[in-house]
Structures are given as C-alpha cells and as structure tokens.
C-alpha cells in the first residue's frame, strides 16, 4: 500500500467529551458499518464499558476516507487508564483532540495534549458538542489558544452526535497528520501495541508495522521473549477481523502465532523475521509504576491456582498490573497485586470475577511506603502486615502526588477546603480565564487514593476536573493500626494512617465490627492497637443461656455456684475458642465508601 495514503491517528480527550461517540460517527460517515449495525459505543465491546458508559481498552479500526486508509485508535479518558493512552500514542503520527463546546479546557485534557507533545505528534484541535444549548465554541476555541497554544481559527467546530463538521475533520486528519515513515525493503520491525487472550485461537496481538513487510505463514521471531513462532493468521479490524495476506509499514493490524504461553506476547514486544531478521529491537515501553495495591484473594480457596491463571491472562490485556502471592491468616492465599489507581482496582476485580467466573474478596487499598530503619537499610512496604515493628523504624516516607484541579471559581473555597483536610499544600493558584481556577497541590497519595475524586465531584456539582502525577516521597509521621479480635490480629484489616487519624479510624473500624461479627459463646473484645497500645475498643456480648431457669427459691449460694460454673466454661472456651468471621464481613467492613 501506499504510504503517502495511509494516516495513523487516536482520539483523546477528558472523560465524557465525546470521543466514543465521535468514532460512532467516523465509522458511519465512512460506511465502514452499516447503519442497520450501528449501535451507540460501537468500539467498546466489553459489557462493562457499556454499562458504565467510559472505555476502559483502547479500540482499533481501519476506515477508508476519500482514497485514503485512515487507522484509528478510540482512547479512554480517564487518568487511571493513562497508560492505555501512552501506548496507543505510540502507533500513531497525530490525534485528534476534542474538546466539550460547553465545557472548555478539562484536567485531562492538558494531560493527554501534553503527552501527544512528548511523543512529537501532530495536533488536530476539535471543539465537540456545538449543538448543545449551552455551547460557547468561540470562547473555549480562545481559551485552547491561550492554554495549548493552537491557532483558534484551526480549531474544527463538530457535532459527534449528530454528525455536523465530522467530515471536515475526516479532511483535516488527511491534510494535517503526516503519512507514516518507514522502508518496505528493510528487516521486519512490528510493536505489539496491544494483545488479548482467546481461549480458542491464543493470544491476539494488535501490531503496527514499522519496516518491511510481513506475510501470513511467514516464521516469525519475538524478539524480547526470544521465541521462534509463525504468523497464523495476520488481518486488519474493520471493525470486525478480516485476514489479509500482508502488512506493509505504516500498517496497523492484528497478528495471530497460535502462541498459547501468555508472556510471550507482552505490550512493547517486536516481531521481526526469523530469518534476515531485524537486528535492533524497537523501544517499547516504560513499565508503568503502580500506585495502589490490595490483596485479592478467592472466596473458595480451592479457586486460588484459577485467580492465577486469570490474572495471567488478564495482564496481557492490561499490562499495568502487578501481582505477587501473599497469604493472610483470616483469609488464606491470595495474590497482593498493584494498580494505577483506584477505578482501575475496581474494574480488574470486576474483570476477573466476570471473565473467570471468580469469587473474591479486596483488602484495603494502600500505597507504597518507604521504610527508613535504624539500622540504616531502606525498605519498600505496600503491605501493612509487612511493615517492621516501630522499635527497628527510624522514619517512614510517603508517596505524594501532584494534583492539579479545573474548576470554575465558584468553588475555590470548597475545593482549597477538600484539599487542606487531606494533609495538602497549595503550590499554585492561576486563572485560566476570568470563571475558570487551575489550582495546584502536593497531597499525599494514601489521601487521595480513597474517595478524594468523590468528594472533589460532590462538592463542585460535577464542574470540577481533576488530574495527577508521582511527585515524589516525603517524611510522614505514620503508624499501623491494628485489628485485635479476641486478642488476635487480623490482619485483613491493619493498615496505615498517620498518627493525627489513627484514633477516629481505629474507633469506627471496631464499632463497624460490633455491628458485622456474629455473637459467640463467649464475649469477643475488639481492639484497635498501634504496636501494644490499645486506642479503642468495643465487645461483642456473649449468647445467653438461662442456667437458673429450674432454680427455685433455694438457697443463693446454689445459684451463685451455677453460675460460676457457667463463666468457667465460658472461660475455658475464650481461651481455645477462635472468632468465627463470615467472609461478607470482610467485604462489608472493607467497602471503600464508609
């Protein structure tokens, strides 16, 4: 194919400004589905994405417009999938950036532009929603010009929704992104971009060919893994997969090699010829950092070697994740596994438990803490049970984040308010027009991690924005709680808080305890404790059994000794009796939202 008439392109944007709906539009307009097909989210194939209304995997599709083969790849807008983003900007020479008409400028928007700039892409600036009420596309068109820097006049006015001006950037993308570079006769080069596992063909990896050519049947090698494979089937998505006999540079496309060893094919691999290969490998990818980590550990521990395989599977898929094995004494083997953020925890054990048909139980999210001992060695600590005793700590370092927030100015107060609260400190405050505040804070990352973008929403009826990056570690004043049930540790519920919150988290855990943990024969004491000192306490009162229901009159030194007799036993079965916990307890204690 022609390399002057191919475009590689993505669509990115701030959650909910249309990009989904604007590559609805794109694959009507080009007649790549037919209208009696179409369906709203076309692209977004998972159940979850549609009943959550957000992406969650970044989507590609080739698409013909006036003689030309355009690839484009729909991106989420959301910060927790930013890595999503990072990789699909890595198969392409432009992307169209689209903007609410009503809205303006959002958090993520600035972040996603500022990432297209470092992979040296072309910008395509596009103003959605102008069919809306509300609309203003010459103020915000002004206001991208101030911000980003991008002329206002070649600013596109659209409607995804009803599908005005999409034609016209259908135009721009062909006369502004620049065809791709690459040499048909040079050694095969190819980045797997992405990849996913089917349960009857293998792994399925979508690839954009750098130099040279590859063919169906051809042997192939993967270049990082080391390992011989060939090419089963190679093909384009248009949306569906249709096999072609070869992709030649500039081409975006799926690669089947039958491989059925899930880390053969990881996101940022090179394929290359097996013989008169390449001999350099492409750049791939920076492995992502995680920033939250909880346990997840089956229900029916007899599902642990299948949570294995699943997350196996799953990291394929989405390579940001990390997991190791772990064991609790509440809750047996499980896997401590780290994320980008907390939306994405929550949609990798609805994955898991969906996909795999997986029971499971999270444990409290925390982040990665940097242990200073006394004796001068520096530890790395995402577990709390890990955490060394307080007489062998010198200091402990927290992770902090840089927080930046777009909100109209209405709500600066409210919004400064939220962010002191959260141990934060303001590093800048800067208007971006007269009704709009950035405001920029350093706030640690085990405050924000909980319910931060809940309450920031809440509090600003919606209109506020937000996005974040590592800034770096800072010296906290730390402890680790923990939970005593019948004066043993459980430790699915310790964690760590600085020492200002130690005290109302400790009494609200032991009293959310009273509630969910059953009566026994015996009375339960539930304890908070930092190290061997006890900060709250509650008791879960024994069953009661009459023993001086057939006791009449008499003497009360008869009564007396039944009785006594009763609190022996009572006793004696505290001292070998373990407290029974339902696993929905866990859960219930565990719910983020309390």
Known sequence: MDLERIRNFSIIAHIDHGKSTLSDRILEITKTVDARDMRAQYLDSMDLERERGITIKAQNVRVGWKGHTLHLIDTPGHVDFGYEVSRSLAACEGVVLVVDAAQGIEAQTLANCYLALEHDLEIVAALNKIDLPAADPDRYAMEIETVLGIPAEDILRISAKTGVGVDSLLDAVIERIPAPKGDPEAPLQALI?????????????????????????????????????????????????????????????????????VGQARSGETVTTFHHGATTAL????????????????????????????????????????????????????????????????????????????????????????????????????????????????????????????????????????????????????????????????????????DFFDQMKSRTQGYASLDYELSGYQRSNLVRVDLLLNSIPADAFSTIVHRDKAFAYGNRMCEKLKELIPRQMFDVPIQAAIGGKVIARETVKAKRKDVLAKCYGGDITRKRKLLEKQKEGKKKMKSIGRVEVPGDVFISALKLDD
């Open 193 to 261: 971009f992405d990849s996913q596992y089917d349960q009857y063909r293998g792994v399925v990896s979508s690839i954009r060919v750098m130099n040279g050519r590859i063919n169906s049947g051809d042997k192939l090698l993967f270049m990082n893994a080391g390992t011989p494979q060939e090419s089963v089937e190679i093909g384009v998505r248009s949306p569906g997969p249709s096999p072609v006999p070869q992709l030649g540079p500039g081409e975006v496309g799926y690669l089947i090699a039958g491989i059925k060893d």
């Open 283 to 450: 750049e791939g990818y920076r492995d992502p950092k995680p920033m939250v980590f909880c346990g997840l550990f089956p229900i029916d521990g007899d599902d642990f070697e299948l949570l294995r395989e699943s997350l196996e599977k799953l990291k394929l898929n989405d390579a940001s994740i990390t997991y190791s094995p772990e064991s609790s004494g509440a809750l047996g083997f499980g896997f401590r596994c780290g994320f980008l953020g907390l939306l994405h925890m929550e949609i990798v054990k609805e994955r898991l438990e969906r996909e795999f048909n997986l029971a499971l139980i999270a444990t409290a999210p925390s982040v990665e803490y940097r242990v200073h001992k006394t004796n001068g060695e520096v530890e790395l600590c995402d577990n709390p049970a890990d955490l060394p005793m307080p007489q062998s700590i010198d200091f402990i370092e927290e992770p902090y984040f840089r927080v930046s927030i777009i909100t109209p100015k209405d709500y600066t107060g409210t919004l400064m308010d939220l962010c002191q609260t959260r141990r934060g400190d303001m590093t800048k405050l800067e208007y971006l027009s007269p009704e709009r505040v950035e405001l920029h804070y350093q706030i640690p990352l085990a405050e924000v991690v909980v």
